[in-house]
């Protein structure tokens, strides 16, 4: 987590997908596992945030040995809620692609990016499969 985003407080999980110049993607071969993302900067200071909430923070990620493709494609789930409401999960994906240099991909996630809303059942764990990872 970094300072100077956009993201909105809640819970993230990033996936992502690997793809070739023609933009054909596998099945997804990565998983952040949870990032919390709230607001504040130190101990005293952080709260959780409501809904839709500027946390003013974005994200980083490097992903490795990723020789023969060219591109990752990022997806997330946010989880999130407000005193009035229901918990909400919502389902993005990330329209542009980040290069893979060198096997080799560093991903920044600002909030500012644009994305897709898809249904939830997009990630479904089913269709989780890290075999289809090409070595």
Do not use: W
Not at 120 to 127: G, H, I, Y
Request: proline content about 3%; overall charge negative; charged content about 20%.
């Amino acid at each position: 987590m970094f300072y100077g985003g956009d993201l909105p407080v809640g819970n993230y999980v990033f996936y992502f997908k690997l793809a070739d110049g023609d933009g054909n993607e596998t099945d997804f071969t990565a998983e952040s596992g949870v990032v919390s993302i709230f607001i504040g900067y130190d101990p005293q200071s952080i709260r959780g945030g409501q809904y839709n909430e500027n946390s003013y923070k974005s994200v980083q990620f490097t992903l490795s040995n990723i020789a023969g493709y060219d591109y990752v494609h990022v997806y997330y789930s946010r989880t999130s809620g407000a005193d009035n409401l229901e918990r909400s999960v919502e389902i993005k994906k990330v329209l542009n692609r980040f290069r893979v240099r060198q096997g080799t991909c560093s991903i920044h996630i600002s909030g500012n990016e644009n994305t897709e809303t898809l249904p939830v059942e997009t990630l479904s764990e089913d269709f989780f499969i890290p075999s289809s990872a090409k070595a």
